[in-house]
């Protein structure tokens, strides 16, 4: 059975961090990019941040590049998603899913649950 659980995210000041965790299982990692995801309400869904484990690359969106870290280990087979300098803007339900693209989430095929990030100001 495939498993993304996210964990990590809660409530924090503008200008906090915050480090979300995806642990996976029931598939092999390797062969797939794990991506985050957010959400916030009435908003569609939008990437932001990707790593391809198959050749290391990550990816980011312009509104967190120089804010966020994505990192992975293989080992554990769990990705992390370091968010600092937080703004309210970030507020959203975050996601990690397991796919085959970059950060199109029509290319991801297997989604985690969400955790809340909310950032106040």
């Known amino acids: 059975e495939v498993q993304l659980v996210e964990s990590g995210g809660g409530l924090v000041h503008a200008g906090g961090s915050l480090r979300l965790s995806c642990a996976a299982s029931?598939?092999?990692?390797?062969?797939?990019?794990i991506g985050w995801f957010r959400q916030a309400p009435g908003k569609e869904r939008e990437g932001v941040s990707c790593?391809?484990?198959?050749?290391?690359?990550?990816h980011y969106a312009d509104s967190v590049k120089g804010r966020f870290t994505i990192s992975s280990d293989n080992a554990k087979n769990t990705v992390y998603l370091q968010m600092n300098s937080l703004e309210p803007k970030d507020t959203a339900v975050y996601y990690c899913?397991?796919?085959?693209?970059?950060?199109?989430?029509?290319?991801?095929?297997?989604w985690g649950q969400g955790t809340q990030v909310t950032v106040s100001s």
């Open positions: 899913a397991a796919g085959r693209g970059i950060m199109d989430p029509n290319e991801y095929d297997y």
């Open positions: 029931g598939f092999t990692f390797d062969d797939y990019a």
């Open positions: 790593i391809v484990n198959w050749d290391s690359s990550t």
